[in-house]
C-alpha cells in the first residue's frame, strides 16, 4: 500500500480560509429574525 502524504489544510486549499463569511452568515441571520420581527408586529 502506498503511505498517505498528510498535508496542512491551508496548503492543500492553496490558501487561507477568510472569516468573512461568518459575520455574513451572523448578519444574514440578524436581519432575518429583524424582519420576521417586524412582520408580526405589523399584522
Known sequence: ???EEHIATDKAR???T???VRYVL???LA???VGMAF???VE
Open 18 to 20: 477568510p472569516h468573512i
Open 14 to 16: 492553496a490558501g487561507t
Open 26 to 28: 451572523f448578519i444574514s
Open 39 to 41: 412582520l408580526l408586529l
Open 31 to 33: 436581519l432575518v429574525v
Open 1 to 3: 500500500m502506498a503511505d
